[in-house]
């Protein structure tokens, strides 16, 4: 594309320079060739961009990006998103069911959708306008799929799951798998919980690669719409998630936890179960929730305490070993003086 092209896709974004510039790609300030199109996000990006060979640039406003031109952008890693969206459009594969893939005869696929090679969709299920079912994907029975959903290589939704529209699951991912639930018996043997339920996913839901998502022991685990799960991510049956939350690499959400709106888990943290979330909380990388967080809340560590005293705490750690010290010769001072 013309980089006058590309900033009137952006929505009408300035362009400082050559405006018939011919973008071929995007690349990294390192990498990029001098046919590429980078980004910087501000001023301690002048530097690499001095050394760098990239030939345009989004940027904001004020930073000065040398000769090359430039589109103007309040937001340039956003923009940069969208324009990589736009050079690099995925590519799907041709609507209809690959002759080796395995379609219940009770199921309804869209004739718009795609099946891949050795994918199979079970009886009942139903997959909707221009999804894609890629190889070796698994769709249990009396699933329920929206529109334009993708589903990547060996993901597995089990029986009863219900998914909305434009839905992403990366490979491996597993929907709807038996929740953890064991009572003793008599004899002090684990007797398995028969989990029931199922799952219930939004719209614009992305579940990441080798991320769990147990189905309810009774009723429903749900997602909220346009939340964003990332890789090895484990939510626990009975969890309700509200809308835009995200979740970062290994979190844990143990069963019948509360999630609210726009709430951010950092890698590793995790939730107990029962507990409450409020809207808009944070909580930090390696946080452990095993009490409610309110609305707003950001806390870190485990357990987990509100931001301003862990940071305390963390620096009072830092002194421990001084004030051992010190208390140590006071206490030798004290009982000298008594002896």
């Known amino acids: 594309m013309k980089l006058g092209e590309l900033a009137e896709a952006l929505g009408g974004r300035e362009v400082e320079g050559d405006g018939a510039f011919d973008v071929r790609g995007v690349g990294t300030l390192e990498a990029g060739g001098v046919a590429d199109l980078g980004f910087v996000r501000g001023e301690k990006f002048v530097a690499p961009l001095r050394d760098s060979a990239i030939g345009a640039v989004i940027a904001p406003e004020g930073v000065d990006v040398g000769p090359r031109p430039v589109i103007r952008s309040a937001h340039p890693s956003l923009d940069f998103a969208r324009a990589t969206g736009l050079l690099h459009p995925a590519t799907r594969p041709a609507a209809g069911i690959h002759p080796r893939a395995f379609v219940d005869p009770a199921a309804e696929v869209d004739p718009t959708a795609s099946v891949g090679p050795l994918a199979s969709v079970g009886a009942g299920s139903r997959i909707g306008a221009g999804t894609i079912v890629h190889a070796n994907a698994s769709v249990g029975d009396d699933v329920v799929i929206g529109r334009d959903c993708v589903l990547h290589l060996g993901c597995c939704v089990r029986e009863g799951t219900r998914i909305g529209d434009r839905v992403i699951l990366q490979p491996g991912s597993v929907i709807g798998g038996d929740g953890f639930g064991y009572e003793f018996d008599e004899q002090g043997r684990h007797a ?22 147990d189905r309810a022991r009774l009723g429903s685990t749900r997602i909220g719409r346009g939340t964003k799960i990332d890789n090895l991510v484990m939510i626990a049956h009975n969890v309700e998630v509200g809308e835009h939350a995200v979740f970062i690499s290994q979190v844990g959400i143990a069963g019948s936890t509360r999630i609210g709106d726009r709430v951010f888990f950092m890698a590793q943290a995790g939730a107990a179960g029962h507990v409450r979330i409020g809207d808009g909380a944070f909580v930090g990388a390696r946080g452990g929730v095993i009490h409610d967080v309110a609305p707003g809340e950001r806390v870190w560590g485990f357990p987990a305490l509100p931001e301003r005293t862990w940071h305390r705490s963390q620096a009072i750690f830092g002194k421990l070993t001084e004030l051992v010290r010190r208390i140590r010769r006071l206490e030798k001072k004290v009982g000298g003086g008594d002896a």
């Open 192 to 213: 398995k919980v028969p989990q029931v339920g199922n799952v219930v996913i939004g719209d614009d839901v992305e579940v990441g690669a080798n991320a769990t998502i």
